[in-house]
């Protein structure tokens, strides 16, 4: 439990305070960061306001209370990083992820009005790596990248700087991209963007590259006249070495 006085400066004005509501400032709170759980809607005189954690307005649950004379009192799950607001609002600051979860206001008018509100806590994204389980693939067999991360909720993956052409495999989460049977034209840059809606990280590129050959050899005459010049060629990578035989005999390489 965190615990410790709170001071609240308190100022009031209005008359009813139905119809009021919380609105969370940012949107999408992120660890470390602060968030104002903003009091709505109020058209009267606050009287008093009181904040719990939890989703029932009972004492055991009871952050703190703050009456028009200026006085506060702190309940059992007080801790000092919430402060209140005269509206009736509530700031935390350096948010954990032990903050998640439901929150309670009862502002006190000429009646009661109690509104229940979740709050999010977003850890950002970090750790967007590429690996693989086969570093030096051979063409029609298979290859697996992993995009390693942590905390996101999304994950897109990229070639040259375009999305994935088709025909490839994604796992469920998007985190494995599979090539059941590679080719050479799966050489390229891929990169994983993994995102949440707090924040996002893409990937240093990874550049797959795909050994295949040497096929479509074929033999080239660069001179018809003597001396007679022969070429050897192939589609190859990494690039082949020749060796050359005349009727059956090896010349050399």
């Known amino acids: 439990m965190r615990g410790y006085l709170l001071t609240v400066c308190l100022s009031v004005w209005m008359d009813s305070a139905h119809g009021i509501g919380v609105q969370l400032i940012p949107q999408y ?21 009181t904040w719990y954690k939890g989703s029932v307005a009972a004492a055991p649950n009871q952050i703190f209370n703050v009456t028009p004379s200026l006085n506060s009192t702190n309940g059992t799950q007080y801790f000092p ?40 806590v ?30 996101a909720e999304k994950i897109l993956w990229g070639k ?39 924040s996002k990280i893409i ?9 295949y050959g040497p096929d479509n050899l074929k033999i080239i005459s660069m001179n018809a006249r003597k001396p007679l010049s022969l070429e050897c060629s192939s589609d190859s990578f990494p690039s082949p070495t020749y060796g050359w035989k005349i009727n059956g005999t090896i010349s050399g390489i």
């Open 122 to 151: 977003y850890e950002p994204v970090t750790s967007s790596v590429i690996s693989t389980n086969n570093k030096e693939p051979q063409e029609n067999g298979k290859v697996t990248l992993t995009c390693s991360t942590n905390n």
């Open 203 to 211: 990937s240093d590129p990874y550049t797959l590259t795909v050994n």
């Open 29 to 49: 709170p992120v660890v470390n960061q602060s968030v104002t759980l903003s009091v709505t809607g109020v058209t009267g005189t606050i009287r008093e306001f």
């Open 81 to 120: 990083q919430a402060k209140g607001f005269r509206n009736g609002s509530l700031q935390i600051s350096g948010l954990v992820p032990s903050d998640r979860g439901n929150y309670v206001v009862q502002v006190q008018t000429g009646s009661v009005t109690q509104v229940t509100v979740f709050l999010p």
């Open 160 to 198: 040259n700087g375009v999305s994935l052409p088709p025909g490839l495999i994604l796992s469920a989460d998007n985190k494995t991209l599979t090539f059941s049977s590679v080719s050479r034209s799966d050489t390229g840059q891929y990169r994983c963007e993994a995102s949440n809606v707090a």
